[in-house]
């Protein structure tokens, strides 16, 4: 596609459920980013892909979170049984190589996610 | 530690006139890169400009420039000649050797008419 797509675009659920956050980078980007944005905040670095090689997990705050990424393309974070401080915006970026110094991060809208 | 400083947490300018947004930076790291993102109300974060640590010249697109004061920890950007569709939030951002970036809280701008 022209851009990183993400969806849902808003998500609203219980407290306790499971949630899944998807994220379809940039045709041929080999490195994927995800983030998490929480109201008047930063951007937190929560897990990098690059190609084949293991993901850099270091940013995930708790074991409730995982992340995949099939086929060297499209990205999966799940959260499982939410709690209300996960309430944020999880943004999504690609690069056509790994290293932030080398190409320009691109992000997708993200997906507002919102715990009752 | 890496840590990213946004003193500003608002701004505001007239249409056509500029503006200077600060950041600071704190870092052990002899390689680094600097960035500016703008996140307008769509929520997507754009890359304005980006400055190697190395090189001492200051970083410049088309309206947006940046001073870079190396010993000082200093990364600021200016904005010329504002347009209303430079309204957004602002993130100064920190890349050092590790694959990921440290964003400051942000800086938001309203640009008024």
């Known amino acids: 596609g022209a851009g990183v797509s993400q969806s849902p675009s808003n998500k609203v659920t219980e407290k306790g459920k499971d949630v899944e956050l998807r994220c379809d980078p940039i045709?041929?980007?080999?490195?994927l980013y995800w983030y998490r944005q929480s109201l008047g905040q930063g951007l937190e670095f929560l897990i990098y892909f690059q190609g084949n090689s293991a993901p850099d997990k270091s940013g995930l705050p708790s074991d409730r979170f995982s992340a995949e990424r099939t086929g060297g393309s499209v990205s999966t974070l799940t959260i499982q049984r939410t709690q209300q401080e996960d309430s944020a915006v999880y943004l999504c970026?690609?690069?056509?190589?790994?290293?932030?110094?080398?190409?320009?991060?691109?992000f997708g809208d993200g997906t507002r996610l919102s715990i009752l | 530690a890496q840590t990213v400083t946004q003193s500003q947490p608002e701004m505001s300018v007239q249409e056509a006139e500029t503006v200077t947004l600060s950041c600071t930076y704190d870092?052990?790291?002899?390689?680094?890169?600097l960035f500016w993102y703008k996140q307008p109300p769509s929520r997507q974060m754009i890359l304005v400009i980006r400055q190697e640590a190395y090189k001492q010249q200051n970083a410049t697109e088309n309206r947006f420039s940046v001073n870079f004061q190396k010993a000082a920890k200093s990364f600021s950007l200016k904005i010329s000649d504002s347009q209303l569709g430079d309204t957004a939030m602002y993130f100064c951002?920190?890349?050092?050797?590790?694959?990921?970036?440290?964003f400051g809280t942000g800086t938001r701008l309203t640009v008024i008419p």
């Open positions: 045709s041929g980007h080999t490195a």
């Open positions: 970026a690609s690069s056509s190589r790994g290293g932030y110094s080398n190409q320009p991060q691109h």
């Open positions: 951002t920190l890349g050092t050797g590790a694959n990921n970036l440290f």
């Open positions: 870092t052990s790291e002899n390689n680094y890169y």
